[in-house]
Structure formats: structure tokens, C-alpha cells
Nanobody, 122 residues
Framework: VQLQASGGGLVQAGDSLRLSCAASGRTFGSAATGWFRQAPGKEREFVAAISWLGGVTYDDSVKGRFTVSRVNAKNTVYLQMNSLKPEDTAVYYC?????????????????WGQGTLVTVSS
């Protein structure tokens, strides 16, 4: 599975942005996909994940503002980000796994895309 994240950019606080994670590989439909982010000077952290069956989980910091979804026919997972805050500024990564382990743990992911930068100005 190869992943390509896109959709980042510079926005103002309160704006919305949608990130996309396009995947190649016949097994993507059976893979869970997660979004992680890394802010400057900080460790990479979990944001959201969606299982291959469509079950979702979010970090508390984005719950109610971010929505993760997938369109298997397009081999694409989306992260809709609303009500963005300056603290959401980070490089966002998508990752995929065929594991059934805790999707919040980045070590459980086998495939990673390159990051896409999201900058939220105040």
C-alpha cells in the first residue's frame, strides 16, 4: 500500500480544510487508516482513524471538529477539519494498517504517506 496525503494549506482560525489520503494497492479496502500530526518541536500524535468497516475513533482534542471518512471505490480517506485552531498547526500524516490492534498507536501502522502541512493563523 502506498499513500499520498494532500490538501494542506494556510488558513485562519475558524476555517475549514479537507485533507485527502489517496492509496494504491489492492488491499487498501481491507486496511484501517489513521491520521497523525506532528507540530513543530513536538512528537507525532494520533488524530483520528477509520477501520475498514467504517468504525471511527478520534483524539479528544479534535472530537466534534474533525470527521474522518473513506470512499473505498476511490481508495481515498478524508479528514474534514472544521473550526480550526492555531494549535492544529502541524504536518499531518496518513497511515494504513491491516492490524486489528489499537488504531491510536502509530507503531501499529505499516504504511505511511508523506506529510501535508496545515498552518492555522490566529
Amino acid at each position: 500500500v502506498q499513500l499520498q496525503a494532500s490538501g494542506g494549506g494556510l488558513v485562519q482560525a475558524g476555517d475549514s480544510l479537507r485533507l485527502s489520503c489517496a492509496a494504491s494497492g489492492r488491499t487498501f479496502g481491507s486496511a484501517a487508516t489513521g491520521w497523525f500530526r506532528q507540530a513543530p518541536g513536538k512528537e507525532r500524535e494520533f488524530v483520528a482513524a477509520i477501520s475498514w468497516l467504517g468504525g471511527v475513533t478520534y483524539d479528544d482534542s479534535v472530537k466534534g471538529r474533525f470527521t474522518v471518512s473513506r470512499v473505498n471505490a476511490k481508495n481515498t480517506v478524508y479528514l474534514q477539519m472544521n473550526s480550526l485552531k492555531p494549535e492544529d498547526t502541524a504536518v499531518y500524516y496518513c497511515a494504513a494498517t491491516h492490524s486489528y490492534s489499537d488504531l491510536r498507536v502509530q507503531e501499529h501502522y505499516d504504511y505511511w504517506g508523506q506529510g501535508t502541512l496545515v498552518t492555522v493563523s490566529s
